[in-house]
């Protein structure tokens, strides 16, 4: 057995604290199943590398040094470009909400419509500055996630069997939730642009194209600044960025949440390798000590992104139960028709994804306790009684400020209520009214 890796403490943070185990136990006989495994498994830090570097592409976490094996490389840099180039995206997103805001304000009618955009750009405005003040703080979270899950990274303990690496895995779940993330914003543009090919035919004294496009789409902003192209298309570039970000909250949540679960599946994998034989009391103090370093890491980690888990869950619940109100419109295009039916699904998909996955958390967390109650009774100790209680105790589990905690039954609990919503709209839902053939603007 090997002996777990160390950091010297001459580079580390003053409130980083490594909480590794005092003795190693030579103890312990693993049994491996020869199925040609890694004895090293990569760091959460690692393995959200490619999902930061496209968090950045959106304008988001504008840090430095992620991509390095050391956490605490990490770094924010004031003078870069990343860090102007958020600060301007930032700047945009809040002057087009105020300008939104003025707007809707001036209207003499105010219904879902105009509070779901409102509420939209809210949304965009606060990710956007809590990811960056995570960023922020972001070495001196990795320091702590890297610090805890360091025992997990070597034997005893190996990759769990039959998975991918944590860092495929997480890039290709992220990656392939933002390429539909990719399909829905360019089926949006594509709606928008048959409807205002619509509007032109209704509005023949429309004659470029372009401007009663910024007209149509955004004319918050266009009704107070004279319309110039270039104008338009910054608009239409900075809304781009907003809505990939508005997706990527949700899939950065995901690849915590695998980071997470993939060690506690780890710490049972190496419980159901004792196969139930009576173990050393050393043996159960070490395990002891792990379960409880993951149970500290999962409340160090929800205390540092409950509030984006939070406002993430109210976004899908208000974006999904806006479009479920919308769904009862009859759209006056096929391609706008294609495109609110596969945002609706897409939306739904995404939301459940992200609760499924966060809630495996929890899921992974109860198994130890499953595989406790086989070892025999004559091998019951102080240790191992302690690791009974702690497995059947703990609340590993993420949550939104504390308000509700993601477990699997959640679901269940978000479906109920929006299928109770549904209901209640097919007979109080009144229709939009039809702007397409609004020629006043």
């Given at each position: 057995m090997t002996s777990p890796e160390v950091i010297p403490d001459k580079r580390l943070p003053t409130n980083v604290r490594f909480s590794t185990a005092s003795t190693v136990l030579a103890a312990e006989t693993e049994i491996v199943d020869g199925s040609g495994r890694p004895e090293r498994d990569g760091s959460t830090h690692e393995a959200l590398g490619p999902v930061i570097f496209m968090g950045q592409l959106f304008s988001l976490m504008p840090i430095a040094g992620y991509t390095g094996s050391d956490p605490r490389d990490v770094r924010m840099l004031v003078r870069s470009v990343r860090f102007v180039y958020a600060c301007l995206t930032l700047?945009?997103?809040?002057?087009?909400?105020?300008?939104?805001?003025?707007?809707?304000?001036?209207?003499?009618?105010?219904?879902?419509?105009?509070?779901?955009?409102?509420?939209?750009?809210?949304?965009?405005?606060?990710?956007?500055?809590?990811?960056?003040?995570?960023g922020r703080n972001w070495a001196r979270i990795m320091g702590r996630w890297y610090a805890d899950e360091l025992p997990f990274r070597s034997a005893p303990y190996f990759p769990p069997a039959n998975t991918l690496p944590l860092r495929r895995k997480v890039c290709l779940i992220a990656f392939g939730l933002m390429a539909f993330a990719f399909l829905e914003d360019t089926l949006n543009f594509i709606s928008a642009y048959r409807l205002n090919e619509l509007h032109i035919r209704y509005c023949p004294h429309r004659s470029n194209f372009w401007k009663n496009f910024f007209h149509r789409e955004h004319p918050y902003v266009v009704r107070v600044v004279p319309y110039h192209p270039l104008l338009g298309w910054t608009i239409e570039v900075t809304m781009r960025i907003a809505k990939f970000a508005w997706h990527y909250v949700d899939v950065f949540i995901i690849c915590l949440g695998l980071g997470l679960q993939r060690r506690f599946v780890q710490f049972n994998e190496r419980l159901e390798r004792l196969d139930g034989q009576p173990q050393s009391q050393g043996i159960w103090r070490s395990l002891r000590l792990d379960f409880v370093r993951l149970t500290e890491l999962v409340g160090f980690v929800d205390r540092r992104f409950s509030k984006l888990i939070l406002f993430s869950c109210a976004n899908d619940m208000l974006s999904i139960t806006v479009q479920l109100y919308n769904s009862f419109d009859l759209k006056p295009t096929t391609a706008t028709t294609v495109y609110f039916w596969y945002s609706l699904g897409f939306l739904i998909a995404r939301c459940v994804t992200m609760l499924f996955i966060v809630s495996s958390v929890s899921q992974a967390s109860e198994r130890p306790l499953e595989t406790l109650r086989r070892f025999p009774s004559s091998n019951w100790n102080l240790d191992l009684r302690r690791l009974c209680d702690a497995a059947a105790t703990a609340e590993n589990a993420l949550s939104g400020k504390r308000f509700f905690f993601i477990r699997r039954p959640l679901i269940l609990a978000m479906a109920g209520t929006i299928i109770t919503y549904e209901l209640v709209l097919m007979d109080q839902v009144k229709k939009e009214p039809d702007n397409t053939k609004d020629c006043k603007f």
């Open positions: 700047f945009l997103m809040v002057s087009f909400t105020v300008l939104l805001v003025a707007y809707v304000a001036q209207e003499s009618m105010f219904g879902v419509k105009q509070a779901a955009a409102l509420s939209y750009y809210a949304f965009i405005v606060f990710f956007m500055m809590e990811l960056m003040l995570l």
